[in-house]
């Protein structure tokens, strides 16, 4: 059960779009359409952004959505804001109810 | 409003037991839609899933951690347990409690739905644990 392979960091000007991408197996993303991602600011617990590759939870702003092609998950962001700087991490059901993260990407928004 | 809170020692030495629990409020540890999980974060590194428990007592545990794990329950107290034993200084982290919601499909096979917790809606705060002697 290795970890995702996220992008260590991307970054894009205010009011661009940025991807952030999330590769597995086909044991994991692959798999399943089980994919969820985290935004985490500093010093804070991570906050659920998008479930079920693309499901958004009740208050996050539809300027983030997901998307899932083969064993890559991404996660993009449009009109960057400034309060979107922080770190996202891939998450994915992995089988026998395990569940196993992405190592994380750092977004910086210029 | 559902709130998780972790407490346990902050200092832990080398070769001893990590014990956390995490304590839920404004809602019940007992409800069969989800699981309660643990996750933990080294300094400056990424989320790592340690294990997760329903209320029946029902565990998985991560591959990598599970011979030094033991993930408890006590419906009682609408609390649960982490234990890590034979801890080194790779087990300094900042371990989160959290509550798995489940998706779910129609398995026309057998006619039942099959339920996959997985995303972690709602989470503590954090502990920090550091191991050192």
């Known amino acids: 059960q290795s970890a995702l392979t996220q992008p260590r960091s991307v970054s894009g000007s205010p009011g661009q779009s940025v991807t952030i991408s999330c590769t597995g197996t086909s044991s994991d993303v692959g798999g399943y359409n089980y994919v969820s991602w985290y935004q985490q600011h500093p010093g804070k617990a991570p906050k659920l952004m998008i479930y079920d590759v693309s499901k958004r939870p009740s208050g996050v702003p539809d300027r983030f959505s997901g998307s899932k092609s083969g064993n890559t998950a991404s996660l993009t962001i449009s009109g960057l804001q400034a309060e979107d700087e922080a770190d996202y991490y891939c998450?994915?059901?992995?089988?026998?109810?395990?569940?196993?993260f992405g190592g994380g990407t750092k977004l910086t928004v210029l | 409003q559902l709130q998780l809170q972790e407490s346990g020692p902050g200092l832990v030495k080398p070769s001893e037991t990590l014990s956390l629990t995490c304590t839920v409020s404004?809602?019940?540890?007992?409800?069969?839609?989800?699981?309660w999980g643990w996750i933990r974060q080294p300094p400056g590194k990424g989320l790592e899933w340690i294990g997760s428990i329903y209320y029946s007592g029902s565990t998985y545990y991560n591959p990598s951690l599970k011979s030094r794990v033991t993930i408890s329950v006590d419906t009682s107290k609408n609390q649960f347990s982490l234990k890590l034993s034979s801890v080194t200084a790779a087990d300094t982290a900042v371990y989160y409690c959290?509550?798995?919601?489940?998706?779910?499909?129609?398995?026309?096979?057998?006619?039942?739905?099959?339920?996959?917790?997985?995303?972690?809606?709602?989470w503590g705060k954090g502990t920090t644990v550091t191991v050192s002697s």
């Open positions: 959290a509550r798995l919601s489940a998706s779910s499909y129609y398995d026309f096979w057998s006619g039942y739905y099959q339920y996959y917790y997985y995303y972690m809606d709602v």
């Open positions: 998450c994915s059901y992995a089988g026998s109810s395990y569940v196993v």
């Open positions: 404004g809602g019940s540890i007992s409800s069969s839609s989800y699981y």
